[in-house]
């Protein structure tokens, strides 16, 4: 900007400081300004100077000071005025500040001066018209706050006035010089180079940074600067037009060696390895410790190699593969106090020599009909060491050996085993392969064929399941087992020269994850352990799996067929090679027409349904049998009872008095177990009566051999013997027994046959009740005792007074009848039922074994 300087005439008397009241007027606007001006020492003149917001050259500008000590004020001094250049002398358009330089976040006032007799328009800042203040006539100013940083060319200010004339001016926006990164270092052992950066220097051209080094002047272009002797402490200082900034550095120069990048002459290789020679630049490497690396590159493969030595020129390169493309870059370093790396030189690139390959992995198929195949996985570029011409299979027999070679594209060679017995008494043969290139043969690889087939189906094939990747196997060691294991697996459904893959295990292994990139969904495989030895490999185990299990490929073909009421389902099997996984069951479905519902489902719903109404019945007649306990209670004699003395107790007839009130005088003993007396009568011709309440006779002699007594533990009666009722409507002579059931005992001579009705039973069961015997003639001379006893609820029990059908009624063993006789004639006895139907029943509803 312009700047006005304001100097007196004289040195006043009044004071060594004088206060200078400015008036500043500015289009008519009048400034007043008050100030401190020290006198300079030298000359005695005192100096103000004040800079304008808006260029001087905008319009006119008007000054006069005065001077105060105190309160003392002076004369105002004559007007000085400044002429701006919207005078009438100068008619020409015009456009103000011209080409300034301000830094980033700036405010900037720009004037436009019209032509005479022109009319203002507008002013553009950067392509945008921006707001206008009138100065004077012609004047017009805009001013643009906190400015950023221009491009290299600037911002365009553009007035315009009415007729579309123009005139413009350029405003560069940017910062003072800020480099970084400041460092000095050697190359050659003796001159300096210094690099730095400037990340925001936005002035270019006449208005950018320029730099010095230790006052030597620096291309900016570079950031980088050169000095040909090292002198240990380094001054960068850098200016532009809107400031300046300096750096420093210092270093010894054996701390700052970056040696220069060599160049690779040649090289001297071979199969396995090859040396790399270079040269440098300067003698002065010579006799310097280095430390150098080697990358190597290889099919985009990237390996580093370190080294060291004095004065290095070469690099011995080992572990290379044969036949192979390199490409190797050399740079180094300072070995003692080391300092950065140097620049990689150049890539070279060689080409190892050809070698033998690698013996080829080999494996034997053989299918079921003794033919088969020799095969070997082909060998990848860097197994071949060249190219691979072709492959050589030899078998060895008893009696000679036969060669045929093969392409380089061929892994397999047939076998016919049956050809080769023909003419072999030996019991195995071994076929050798050998791979060949251009140059070289590898070592042969021999697999043991065996005559007669060792491979044996296990009986049950485990399942191998996929995870992570692969199938992980495991086995038990096999103590026959020298040169290892081989694990084999193809497609389980293939039979005839089938795609195999396999992998050798190592002896000591027992376990192996077989992975392969061939694997696919929904096929099963076979996998095979193998041991080998110098005999012919073994079939140890055999494993099957799916990679991913899928759907079955194919549908079963269904039929049904009608029988009575049910529907017969049939269907064949789907073939092995459509399961596409392990088929674990089928699913019948009953098809509504807009549905499919499960019948699995319905059969398990049926169950449920019938455990549950099962549970009901059971919990119902737990309760009606809780709330008839009134009716138990009434019968027992004593509560309380030895189970220990439960037994089964014989009571001969002839111990029952005539009335069956007791035996003999004794009073009964409650505390034995009773037993409910069941007698196997003797069926002869001699007419037997049936014991009625009245009868005073017995026959204890044909009862002796034929008694049977039931005990039924926990049921505890009376002392004295239960005795059946005879059918009031037949007599002893009048009975014949079943022919169905013959049971001879003793030497009566005659058939044994019980005669129960339990009609009763069967009715509260629904049972089929068993058809009742019929009176036979009286010349069967046969004993058959009948009981009439259908009561079996205790509605039936109060109509009859009776009680004991309250519990329900014990059955034999052999029979579904009623044990216990009905008769009011023994109402006394069935009063005095034991107390350990009670405890019986307490059992039962426990839930207890009794």
């Not at 180079?193 to 940074?209: E, F, I």
């Not at 050169?226 to 750096?247: K, R």
């Not at 070289?440 to 005559?451: C, E, H, K, N, R």
Request: hydrophobic residues 35%.
């Amino acid at each position: 900007m312009p700047r006005l300087s304001f100097s007196p005439n004289s040195k006043p008397d009044c004071s060594p400081v004088w206060l200078i009241c400015i008036l500043l007027c500015l289009s008519g606007v009048h400034t007043h300004e008050t100030v401190s001006v020290m006198a300079n020492q030298v000359s005695g003149l005192h100096q103000f100077t004040w800079t304008s917001a808006e260029p001087l050259e905008c319009t006119s500008l008007s000054v006069k000071i005065r001077s105060r000590d105190g309160q003392t004020t002076s004369e105002w001094s004559n007007t000085e005025i400044l002429q701006g250049n919207d005078i009438p002398s100068n008619e020409k358009f015009q456009i103000y500040p011209i080409d300034k330089t301000v830094p980033v976040g700036s405010n900037t006032t720009f004037c436009c001066i019209v032509e005479e007799g022109k009319v203002f328009d507008t002013i553009l800042y950067n392509g945008a018209v921006i707001n206008t203040t009138r100065l004077s006539r012609r004047s017009y100013a805009s001013t643009v706050v906190n400015q950023g940083p221009s491009q290299s060319s600037g911002f365009n200010i553009i007035c315009y006035n009415s007729q579309k004339e123009l005139a413009g001016t350029v405003l560069f926006v940017g910062y003072p010089p800020l480099p970084t990164d400041f460092v000095c270092e050697t190359h050659d052992l003796t001159s300096v180079v210094c690099q730095w950066n400037d990340t925001r220097n936005t002035l270019y051209g006449k208005r950018g940074t320029r730099y010095s080094l230790n006052n030597r002047y620096c291309s900016r272009q570079r950031k980088q600067c050169i000095l040909s002797q090292w002198e240990g402490n380094f001054t960068l200082v850098a200016v532009n037009p809107l400031g300046h900034y300096s750096l420093t550095d210092s270093a010894k120069l054996s701390h700052r060696v970056r040696p220069v990048a060599p160049t690779i002459q040649n090289s001297v290789v071979q199969a396995w390895n090859a040396t790399v020679q270079w040269q440098w630049e300067y003698s002065t490497y010579n006799n310097w410790a280095l430390v150098c690396q080697a990358e190597l590159t290889c099919h985009g493969s990237k390996t580093t190699h370190t080294f060291s030595g004095v004065g290095l020129h070469s690099v011995f390169l080992s572990d290379l593969y044969p036949d192979e493309d390199y490409s190797v870059k050399i740079r180094c370093g300072a070995q003692e106090n080391f300092w950065k790396w140097g620049n990689w030189s150049e890539p070279y690139d060689f080409k190892t020599r050809t070698y033998a390959p690698d013996a080829p992995d080999v494996w034997v198929w053989m299918n079921k009909d003794y033919t088969g195949q020799v095969i070997w996985k082909p060998l990848t570029r860097r197994q071949s060491h060249g190219q691979i011409t072709g492959y050589e299979v030899t078998l060895l027999i008893e009696n000679g050996q036969h060669t045929d070679i093969f392409s380089p594209d061929t892994t397999a060679a047939p076998v016919n085993l049956t050809q080769i017995a023909a003419s072999s008494s030996g019991s195995m043969i071994i076929a050798t392969v050998v791979a060949k290139n251009t140059d070289w043969l590898s070592q042969p690889t021999s697999v043991v064929i065996p005559l007669r087939s060792t491979d044996v189906e296990p009986q049950a094939v485990p399942r191998a399941v996929f995870v992570d990747g692969g199938f992980p196997l495991f086995w038990q060691s096999d103590a026959n087992t020298t040169f290892g294991y081989v694990v084999e697996w193809n497609d389980a459904f293939c039979t005839q020269n089938c795609p195999v893959e396999w992998i050798k295990v190592a002896a000591g292994n027992t376990n192996v994850t077989v992975e392969s990139a061939n694997f696919q969904q929904g096929v099963r495989y076979n996998f095979s352990l193998y041991s080998c030895s110098s005999e012919a490999p073994e079939l140890l185990q055999r494993w099957q799996g799916y990679m991913h299990e899928l759907v079955p490929s194919s549908s079963v073909l269904l039929s049904t067929s009608q029988q009575g009421s049910d529907v017969l389902l049939t269907w064949g099997e789907i073939p092995l090679v459509n399961h596409r996984g392990f088929l674990l069951g089928y699913n019948i479905y009953n098809s509504t027409g807009s549905d499919l519902k499960l019948l699995a489902d319905w059969l398990i719903l049926e169950i449920l349904v019938s455990l549950g109404i099962t549970a009901v019945f059971l919990a119902i007649v737990t309760l009606v049998c809780y709330k008839k306990r009134e009716c138990i209670i009434h019968i027992v004699e004593k509560p309380e009872w030895d189970s220990s003395k439960e037994a089964l107790v014989v009571i001969p007839e002839e111990d029952e008095d005539e009335d069956e009130q007791g035996m003999g005088d004794e009073p009964v003993d409650t505390d034995e177990p009773t037993s409910l007396r069941y007698y196997n009568q003797v069926v002869d011709d001699r007419p037997i009566r049936p014991r009625f309440p009245d009868s005073s006779a017995s026959s204890a002699s044909s009862l002796d051999s034929g008694r049977t007594d039931v005990t039924y533990t926990g049921i505890q009666t009376s002392g004295s013997s239960f005795v059946f009722q005879l059918d009031p409507q037949g007599s002893s002579e009048g009975h014949q027994p079943h022919a169905d059931l013959p049971v001879s005992c003793g030497g009566g001579g005659g058939g044994y046959q019980p005669q129960m009705q339990n009609r009763a039973l069967s009715d509260d069961m629904g049972l089929d009740s068993p058809k009742p015997f019929e009176p036979q003639a009286a010349s069967s001379g046969g004993y058959k005792p009948q009981s009439s006893w259908h009561l079996d609820s205790p509605v039936e029990a109060r109509e009859s007074g009776d009680l004991a059908p309250c519990l329900g009624s014990p059955t034999s063993v052999a029979s579904t009848q009623f044990l216990l006789p009905d008769g009011d004639e023994h109402t006394e006895e069935k009063r005095q039922v034991p107390s350990a139907a009670a405890n019986w029943f307490t059992s039962l509803l426990s839930s207890t074994k009794p």
